[in-house]
């Protein structure tokens, strides 16, 4: 049982370190104010159905763990995109051959790229309040992405991204970092 609950740990401890979020919000909003949410419709995420369904799920229990709830008169509304790209290779190895000195001298080099390109994902998520600001809050997320995965680490790796989307969300105060 330790040793199981040790490997769980350790996954989602890994696939949190590689996932990289900037954030983004209104100053002035009084985020206290946003209670319940909804979803744009109709919303395109650029995901498969199903693990826009995974997302989705771990979404929604990360706001419900912030106490918040979804309604179908929701202060703010969700947007949210996504993009894959794959990662330029950067491992490669030169051969080169030379000469210098007295003597003329040509050089040959090559290139030989190592490895595969990894693929990346991009998921934006947007908090927008049609009735007043606006968007008024941004997490743009960047991490590896596995085409291959099974549906249990798809649905581990989202839990871990939104982990870290909701990790800033709301914005601390200035007075609150001021006090600590």
Known sequence: ?????????????????????????????????????????PMTIGLSELDAKRFLDALDAGL?????HLSDTPDFLINIKSNQFQEH??????????????????????????????????????????????????????????PNAKPEARATKFEAIVAKILSEYPPASKNKKEMN
């Open 1 to 41: 049982m330790k040793k199981g609950l040790l490997i769980v740990l350790s996954i989602f401890i890994f696939s949190c370190a590689s996932v990289q979020v900037n954030y983004d919000y209104e100053r002035g909003t009084d985020f206290s104010a946003y209670k319940t949410y909804n979803y744009y419709e």
């Open 64 to 68: 419900q763990a912030k106490g918040m």
């Open 89 to 146: 290779q950067r491992s490669n190895v030169g051969v080169g051959v030379g000469g210098s000195g007295r003597s003329v001298g040509g050089g040959i080099s090559i290139g030989i790229p190592m490895g595969q390109a990894s693929m990346n994902r991009e998921l934006i998520v947007e908090f927008i309040d049609d009735r007043k600001t606006g968007l008024f809050w941004q997490a743009v997320s960047a991490s590896k992405y596995q």
